[in-house]
């Protein structure tokens, strides 16, 4: 009898050292702005906003482009030796370019086995549409001149390119039948197919649609309201977190901070200063109104419903707390704090009452 009781006295030890455990593993709200806002910020108009509704609408189109990504593992691409270059056309080309005047061609300005769509071809203007009409096999010369903004180099001068067409290449559809949905993608008709596809755009493009209604009327109200003054403490925190993520970067490819700036953003160290001080300032301001928003609609999470939330992206994830730290180098708090994660989360709860007051626009 006593060595029963020992025992479950022993079990009850151990569950609740694990309960308190698994309690210490929780989350916490985190503490911000938590103090009287209405010294820094005049909340602007929340009830009423009007906004435009977002179409959302599933056609045929959507469908027939969602199957041609999903296929596309399936797509085999033929070489065409022969026929003219169209619009519409994808080919393979060489080519090597020099600017009028040289000589020689440039290494940066040359390439060889390039695949180029010619409707959307990434190339500088007037390129790919000087190929249209040449014929696979042909080599000739083309005229173009670099956008003024091109680069401090060759903006604005002109330059001449050799470009030959190796081939044009056609894309290949698979046959959609029953038989290869049913084999590659477990259902059993076409149609069944296009159905399932049809319900997950609609739900996508619904979520879309709402999260773009949702900033609309953020936005207003992000706009009719003023600041007063800026907290100092977080305005220095955000000028901070951004000076020490370009100081990383810096150090990371192994330069001088101001090195960097000059020669990856184009400011002197002074001139950065002006832009990290206008981010901090409408990031603060942002968080000045979604946190007056949460006071006024009396909106507070609890630490329950926030440690629910992150298990819930975990969850969604398929990995738990202890999974995420060892694969991320850090715990899903860490990582939340990094990436504001409670601010996305207080802005859901708060827009979702924020838009039961607002009116669509007819």
Do not use: W
């Amino acid at each position: 009898m006593n060595k029963k009781r020992s025992k479950v006295t022993v079990l009850v030890a151990i569950l609740c050292v694990v309960s308190l455990l698994a309690g210490c593993a929780k989350s916490k709200v985190p503490k911000r702005y938590d103090y009287d806002l209405s010294k820094y910020i005049t909340l602007g108009q929340y009830e009423g906003v009007t906004y435009d509704p977002v179409p959302h609408e599933v056609t045929d189109e959507d469908i027939d482009n969602e199957i041609y990504d999903r296929i596309y593992y399936y797509i085999e691409t033929e070489e065409i030796k022969e026929g003219k270059v169209e619009a519409d056309s994808f080919v393979n080309i060489d080519y090597a370019g020099k600017l009028v005047g040289e000589t020689e061609p440039r290494d940066t300005m040359t390439a060889e086995d390039q695949d180029i769509d010619i409707a959307d071809s990434g190339m500088i203007p007037g390129f790919a549409e000087a190929i249209i009409g040449h014929e696979v096999g042909e080599t000739f010369d083309i005229h173009v001149t670099f956008p003024e903004d091109y680069n401090e180099e060759l903006g604005g001068k002109e330059a001449v390119f050799t470009i030959t067409v190796n081939y044009l290449t056609k894309e290949n559809l698979p046959e959609l039948t029953d038989e290869f949905i049913k084999e590659n993608y477990g259902y059993d008709t076409l149609d069944d197919f296009k159905a399932a596809i049809r319900e997950e755009l609609a739900e996508t493009k619904e979520q879309d649609a709402i999260s773009q209604e949702q900033e609309q009327v953020f936005s207003k109200i992000l706009e009719s309201s003023e600041v007063i003054e800026y907290p100092e403490k977080e305005l220095e925190e955000k000028k901070n977190q951004m000076k020490e993520t370009y100081q990383e970067y810096a150090e990371m490819y192994g330069m001088d901070y101001g090195d960097f700036l000059e020669m990856f953003i184009g400011y002197t160290e002074e001139q950065f200063d002006e832009e990290i001080t206008a981010y901090a300032e409408n990031t603060v301001k942002q968080e000045l109104v979604l946190y007056s928003l949460a006071k006024a609609l009396g909106i507070k999470v609890s630490n329950k419903e926030y440690s629910d939330f992150l298990d819930g992206l975990l969850e969604d994830a398929g990995l738990d707390r202890e999974v995420f730290e060892e694969e991320y180098g850090m715990t899903i708090d860490e990582y939340a704090e990094d990436y504001n994660l409670y601010e996305s989360y207080l802005y859901e709860l708060i827009m979702d009452k924020v838009m039961e007051k607002s009116v669509a626009n007819e």
